[in-house]
């Protein structure tokens, strides 16, 4: 698992995406993509937080990845230990949980009612 080539990917929007990252002359493709989002202290004293989300949940970019053009891409980092071990625990294979949808959650795809 340590060759899997995940990295930090700031672009020019000023987001930062983390992902597993294949360079090429045109940018960079990234597999399983998050967005990381940092929430700063709400109290004077507390420490800021960071969660990762995945990145465009409603598209194909989970499965297929999403390409980015080199235009787009300020640099590319190493994450930090911490999130690098955040990231495998939510988004590996191993330890993603995708919910079903169920009347309970409130989420009703269509032919889960029957009709009245």
């Known amino acids: 698992m340590l060759d899997e080539n995940i990295k930090l990917v700031r672009l020019i929007s000023g987001e930062e995406i983390i992902g597993k990252v ?3 002359p045109q940018g960079v493709q990234i597999e399983k993509p998050a967005i990381v989002i940092i929430q700063p202290p709400q109290r004077q004293g507390e420490r800021m937080g960071i969660a990762l989300v995945g990145w465009l949940p409603y598209t194909g970019a989970e499965k ?3 390409a980015i053009k080199q ?3 300020l640099f590319v980092v190493d994450p930090e230990p911490t999130l690098l071990k955040t990231y495998r625990e939510k988004f590996s294979a191993a330890g993603l949980v995708v919910p079903q949808p169920s009347l309970a959650s409130g989420l009703v ?3 889960q009612l029957s009709p009245r």
Do not use: D, K, R, T
């Open 109 to 111: 795809l269509p032919g």
């Open 71 to 73: 235009e787009h891409v």
């Open 64 to 66: 297929n990845g999403v």
């Open 22 to 24: 294949n360079s090429n």
